[in-house]
C-alpha cells in the first residue's frame, strides 16, 4: 500500500516527480563549477556544525557563534543554491514548478536533482561548501545590533543531530571537538536571552502534536510516535528566526523589492468562534487585542488540555504566505520576516538569495514586483499542495495501520460538527474519522450552526464540539481515507 499511497497522491496532486535528461545533464555540468572565488570569504577555519534530525539528508544550513565581553557573533551559512542554479536555466525552471520538497514517511521528492540537494549544494562535514552568510552582532540582551550578508566558503566541522545536542546540554554525552562544544554553548547562552525576548513581544507559542510514523521493512506502519519538542530544536529555529528578519529587513532597507513571508491578524468573525468556545466575557473581550484573544485562548487550552481549543485556535489565524508586500508576521510579533534559510528545498528563499546578491554585486534587479508578486502566489499554492499531498499519504497509512482495529473501542474527541455528523478525533492515531448523523442512537438529531452542536429533537441530547466519546471503528477505506463509526455500545 506504501508505493500505492505515494503514487496515488502524485497522480492526484500533479507532483513533478521525475527528472528530465537535459535536468540531470545540466546538475552534472553545474556541480563541478569552481567554489573559490576572489569575493568569497573564506571561512573555513571556523568551527561551524549543522544540526538536523536523524534522517537529513539535505543540510541547508550550519551555525557558529562566538561571545566576547560585550556581545555574541553569530554565523549562520546558508548553502548557496544561487551559486549553481542560475534563473531561466533548466533547472531553475524545473524547481520553480516543483516549489518545495515534498516530504513522505522515508521518502522526499526532492525540488533540486540529488547531486545537488544531497550533494555538492549541502552542507556536509568536512568539505568544502559555498555558503550564503549572514553575520549577525548580538548585544548580551539578546537584541540584534548588526548584521550583514556576503558569500563564503566554509567547512562545517560536525554534523550533529537534534537528539546529539540534547543529550550533550544535559551532560548525558558529549561532542567531541572543543571549538564545536563552544559554540554551542554560546548558542546555548543567546537561545535563553532570545527566548525572553519572544516571550516579551507576546510571539504565539502553538506547539501542535506532530507525530512521526515508524515504518517496517516492508513499509507498513509499526508505531505511530509523537515528536518530542527539545531545546536542541529551539537552539537551532532562533538562530535561523534571526537570518531570516536580517534577510527581510535588507531588503525593505536597501531594495525596491522583496520575497516576505507573510502572516495577517485573524479574520474577526474567527476570533468570535474562539471567543464562544473559552467564553471570553464581553467586557473582558473589550480590553483585549486580536494578539491578546488569542495568547489568552491558549493559555486556557494548555492549562486544561484542550485539544479541541488548540484545534479551533489553529483554525482561527490566517495562513502564512509569501509575498512582495511586507505585512509583517502576527504569529512571530515581527514587523519583517522572510524565508532565507532554506534554498535546497524551497524556492522562495532560493528567490531571496538571488535579491540579496544582486545587491550586494550592484547589478540592477530584472524582476518587476507584479512578476516576483506571481511567483509569491504561486509559491504559496505549491507549498499548499505539498501539505496535502504528504498529509494524504501519512493518513491512507494510518488508515491501513488500523484496519486491523475494526470493531475496536477507542476514546475520541469531537473536532467538527456538520449536519451530516460529527468528525471524532481517535487521540491515540491523531487522525478523524465520521460518526454519521443517521448512526447516533436513540434520537433524530438537527444541526444547531450557533452552538456547533448536534440536538436531539425527542430526548433532548446534545454532541458538540470539543465532547470526549467512545467510539468504535465500524469500517475502513484506506486509499479513500475514510474512517466509519459508530458510538460504542450504541450510547
Known amino acids: 500500500m506504501y508505493k500505492e499511497a505515494i503514487q496515488d497522491a502524485i497522480s492526484m496532486h500533479e507532483l513533478p516527480s521525475k527528472w528530465s535528461s537535459d535536468v540531470l545533464n545540466e546538475a552534472k555540468t553545474v556541480a563541478n563549477k569552481k567554489k573559490i572565488a576572489r ?24 551555525v557558529y557563534c562566538v561571545k566576547n565581553s560585550n556581545s555574541f557573533t553569530l554565523y549562520v551559512a546558508i548553502a548557496d543554491v544561487s551559486f549553481y542554479v542560475t534563473p531561466g536555466s533548466k533547472i531553475d525552471i524545473e524547481a520553480k514548478k516543483r516549489g518545495t520538497s515534498i516530504y513522505f514517511p522515508e521518502t522526499v521528492i526532492p525540488m533540486l536533482p540529488e547531486n545537488l540537494s544531497n550533494g555538492i549544494c549541502s552542507l556536509r562535514p568536512n568539505e568544502d561548501r559555498c555558503s550564503m552568510i549572514c553575520e549577525m ?26 537528539n546529539q545536542v540534547e543529550k550533550h546540554l544535559n551532560k548525558s554525552s558529549s561532542i567531541k571537538l572543543a571549538g564545536v562544544r563552544d559554540s554551542i554553548k554560546h548558542l546555548k547562552d543567546l537561545t535563553n536571552l532570545r527566548l525572553k525576548l519572544r516571550n516579551q513581544r507576546k510571539a504565539l507559542e502553538i506547539n501542535p502534536m506532530e507525530t512521526t510514523l515508524e515504518l517496517s521493512e516492508s513499509k507498513e506502519v509499526k508505531n505511530i510516535v509523537l515528536k518530542k519538542s527539545l531545546f536542541a530544536h ?16 535588507f531588503m525593505q532597507e536597501r531594495l525596491n523589492l522583496g520575497v516576505y513571508r507573510i502572516h495577517e491578524d485573524p479574520d474577526p468573525s474567527k476570533l468570535e468562534a474562539l471567543k464562544k468556545h473559552f467564553k471570553i466575557t464581553p467586557k473582558l473581550v473589550k480590553k483585549l487585542s486580536p494578539l491578546e484573544v488569542v495568547n489568552f485562548c491558549l493559555d486556557q487550552a494548555n492549562k486544561k488540555n484542550d485539544s479541541t481549543g488548540q ?33 535546497i528545498r524551497r524556492y522562495p528563499d532560493l528567490l531571496v538569495h538571488r535579491l540579496i546578491n544582486s545587491s550586494l ?6 524582476t518587476r514586483q507584479n512578476e516576483l508578486q506571481d511567483e509569491c502566489e504561486n509559491s504559496s499554492m505549491l507549498e499548499r499542495r505539498a501539505e496535502k499531498a504528504s498529509r494524504q499519504v501519512e493518513q491512507v497509512l494510518i488508515c491501513c495501520y488500523l484496519c486491523k482495529k475494526i470493531g475496536s473501542t477507542m476514546d475520541g474527541v469531537v473536532t467538527g ?75
Open 137 to 162: 552582532s548580538i548585544g548580551l540582551d539578546g537584541k540584534r545590533n548588526k548584521y550583514k550578508f556576503y558569500s563564503g566558503l566554509i567547512n562545517s566541522k560536525a554534523r550533529l543531530t537534534y
Open 311 to 343: 484545534i479551533l485556535i489553529l483554525q482561527s489565524l490566517a495562513r502564512a504566505e509569501y509575498s512582495t508586500n511586507n505585512l509583517g508576521h502576527f504569529g512571530l510579533q515581527l514587523t519583517q520576516y522572510s524565508h532565507f534559510t532554506s534554498p
Open 417 to 491: 460538527v456538520t449536519d451530516f455528523g460529527l468528525f471524532v478525533n481517535l487521540e491515540p492515531y491523531f487522525i478523524s474519522g465520521l460518526l454519521h448523523v443517521t448512526d447516533l442512537p436513540d434520537d433524530r438529531y438537527y444541526y444547531l450552526p450557533d452552538r456547533n452542536a448536534l440536538k436531539g429533537k425527542r430526548r433532548g441530547g446534545i454532541y458538540k464540539l470539543g465532547q470526549k466519546i467512545k467510539v468504535k471503528i465500524a469500517a475502513i477505506f484506506p486509499l479513500e481515507r475514510k474512517i466509519n463509526l459508530v458510538i460504542s455500545n450504541g450510547k
Open 361 to 366: 554585486a550592484q547589478k540592477n534587479i530584472l
Open 234 to 249: 529551539k537552539l537551532v529555529e532562533e538562530s535561523m528566526l534571526l537570518a531570516n528578519e536580517s534577510a527581510a529587513e
Open 39 to 62: 569575493y568569497r570569504k573564506d571561512l573555513r577555519k571556523l568551527n561551524f556544525a549543522t544540526i538536523d534530525g536523524e534522517d537529513a539528508k539535505d543540510f541547508d544550513d550550519a
